[in-house]
T-cell receptor, first 115, second 116 residues
Framework: QQQVKQSPQSLIVQKGGISIINCAYE??????FPWYQQFPGKGPALLIA?????SEKKEGRFTISFNKSAKQFSLHIMDSQPGDSATYFC??????????????FGTGTRLTIIP | KAGVTQTPRYLIKTRGQQVTLSCSPI?????VSWYQQTPGQGLQFLFE???????NKGNFPGRFSGRQFSNSRSEMNVSTLELGDSALYLC???????????????FGPGTRLTVT
C-alpha cells in the first residue's frame, strides 16, 4: 500500500524562484521525515530531515514545513539555482525503538531550474 | 571519510542467471540497507542487516537474499533473474548502534543491473 504520496511529479521553476514539493502520509506512526536529493547516476543524498515535534526546520536555502494534523510535509527551496535541478524524494521512517530503519519513499519530483 | 561504495557499478546478465552485488558501508557504520530503484516502482526497500543479522525485510520474493559479514560489508544476491529485476540497486548505511536509533542513511552510487 502506498503510504507516502508526493506531488508534483515534475516541476519547472525559474532561477531565483521558490520550489515547493509536497508529501502526504497515511500512517501516524512515523517518526522521521527526510528529504533526499538525487542527481543522475548518483545515489540519493540526505538533504534535510525533520522530527514530528517541530513544525519547521531550515538549513540554508532549504526548509521543511511539517503539519502533523494534516499529515503533510513539504520542501521549500528558496532562491532556486540551476544546480538544484535534480530529483527529490520525500521519505518516512516508522516509530521504532530500534532496528526498523526502513525508509518508505515518495514517488519523486523531477525539479528543473531554468535561467 | 570514505562514503558507501558499491561494486560493480554496472552489470549485464541474462534471464535465469544469478548475480551478487557488494556494498561496503561507511567506516563505523554497522547497519546496511538495500533498496531497488526502478522508473515504475520508485525506491523500494529490500532488507536491512545489522551485526550480520537481517532485522527487517521488504516485500520481495525469496529470490532476493542478502548477508552481512563481520566487517559490516554486505552482499545481496538475486537468483533466477527475470527481466523485471533490471534496476538500480542501492545500498545505504547507518550507524545503527545498539540501543540507539539513528535515522540518517547514507547511500552509495548503486549498481545498475540490466537483465536481457
Amino acid at each position: 500500500q502506498q503510504q507516502v504520496k508526493q506531488s508534483p511529479q515534475s516541476l519547472i521553476v525559474q532561477k531565483g524562484g521558490i520550489s515547493i514539493i509536497n508529501c502526504a502520509y497515511e500512517n501516524t506512526a512515523f517518526d522521521y521525515f527526510p528529504w533526499y536529493q538525487q542527481f543522475p547516476g548518483k545515489g540519493p543524498a540526505l538533504l534535510i530531515a525533520i522530527r514530528p515535534d517541530v513544525s519547521e526546520k531550515k538549513e540554508g536555502r532549504f526548509t521543511i514545513s511539517f503539519n502533523k494534523s494534516a499529515k503533510q510535509f513539504s520542501l521549500h527551496i528558496m532562491d532556486s539555482q540551476p544546480g538544484d535541478s535534480a530529483t527529490y524524494f520525500c521519505a518516512v521512517i516508522p516509530i521504532s525503538n530500534f532496528g526498523n530503519e526502513k525508509l518508505t519513499f515518495g514517488t519523486g519530483t523531477r525539479l528543473t531550474i531554468i535561467p | 571519510k570514505a562514503g558507501v561504495t558499491q561494486t560493480p557499478r554496472y552489470l549485464i546478465k541474462t534471464r535465469g542467471q544469478q548475480v551478487t552485488l557488494s556494498c561496503s558501508p561507511i567506516s563505523g557504520h554497522r547497519s546496511v540497507s538495500w533498496y531497488q530503484q526502478t522508473p515504475g516502482q520508485g525506491l523500494q526497500f529490500l532488507f536491512e542487516y545489522f551485526s550480520e543479522t537481517q532485522r527487517n525485510k521488504g516485500n520481495f520474493p525469496g529470490r532476493f537474499s542478502g548477508r552481512q559479514f563481520s566487517n559490516s560489508r554486505s552482499e545481496m544476491n538475486v537468483s533466477t533473474l527475470e527481466l523485471g529485476d533490471s534496476a538500480l540497486y542501492l545500498c545505504a548505511s547507518t550507524k545503527g548502534a545498539s540501543g540507539l536509533v539513528t535515522y540518517e542513511q547514507y547511500f552509495g552510487p548503486g549498481t545498475r543491473l540490466t537483465v536481457t
